[in-house]
T-cell receptor
Framework: GNSVTQMEGPVTLSEEAFLTINCTYTATGYPSLFWYVQYPGEGLQLLLKATKADDKGSNKGFEATYRKETTSFHLEKGSVQVSDSAVYFCALSHASGGSYIPTFGRGTSLIVHP | DADVTQTPRNRITKTGKRIMLECSQTKGHDRMYWYRQDPGLGLRLIYYSFDVKDINKGEISDGYSVSRQAQAKFSLSLESAIPNQTALYFC??????????FGDGTRLSIL
């Protein structure tokens, strides 16, 4: 079946540091890939997405590239801010028996210190 | 107004009580989902529905039931609540292939 594996947290960084959160997936064919962010006390919200190989999703300074050869969708940001502190979820959506059932990773907590 | 609204936002109840969590959406999506979130376990799918007459079990449906009253409404029930059902519950909607849209969650505590 489909699965998503992302690095365990928490990831602790100083403001303006470079961020990478690794995400790899298992699925047949070409799933759509997503990163969601969850701020404290809120639901998940879509951060970025990519729907085919070599696509780059980007939003709010975050980027992730769909790498079919390595089945990865790593999240990066060049300079994090305190306001980026949140939990980040990698997810995929892929047809399984004709149904597109989403699969989520376990989430990675990011803590950014001033 | 929020696109996906969950009520209540917080609930404390006792073991054995029946609980209903409600979700309504204005996105016009056919697909609706219920998840629970526990620390370290991420999101786990409880039930999902692809249209009004369609109900499907997710990976952890035992102890839960759902009702899809209309395209815009999807409720989750705990028939006889137990303490290990204490968690944060999320409703979400989507179209066929697109991303999911989440409510702000219901924090449920069962004593």
């Amino acid at each position: 079946g489909n699965s998503v594996t992302q690095m365990e947290g928490p990831v602790t960084l100083s403001e303006e540091a470079f961020l990478t959160i690794n995400c790899t997936y298992t699925a047949t064919g070409y799933p759509s890939l997503f990163w969601y962010v969850q701020y404290p006390g809120e639901g998940l919200q879509l951060l970025l997405k990519a729907t085919k190989a070599d696509d780059k999703g980007s939003n709010k300074g975050f980027e992730a590239t769909y790498r079919k050869e390595t089945t990865s969708f790593h999240l990066e940001k060049g300079s994090v801010q305190v306001s980026d502190s949140a939990v980040y979820f990698c997810a995929l959506s892929h047809a399984s028996g004709g149904s597109y059932i989403p699969t989520f990773g376990r989430g990675t907590s990011l803590i950014v210190h001033p | 107004d929020a696109d996906v609204t969950q009520t209540p936002r917080n609930r404390i109840t006792k073991t054995g009580k029946r609980i209903m969590l409600e979700c309504s959406q204005t996105k016009g999506h056919d697909r609706m989902y219920w998840y629970r979130q526990d620390p370290g376990l991420g999101l786990r799918l409880i039930y999902y529905s692809f249209d009004v007459k369609d109900i499907n079990k997710g990976e952890i449906s035992d102890g839960y039931s759902v009702s899809r009253q209309a395209q815009a409404k999807f409720s989750l029930s705990l028939e006889s609540a137990i303490p290990n059902q204490t968690a944060l519950y999320f409703c979400a909607t989507s179209d066929l292939k697109g991303p999911q849209h989440f409510g702000d969650g219901t924090r449920l505590s069962i004593l």
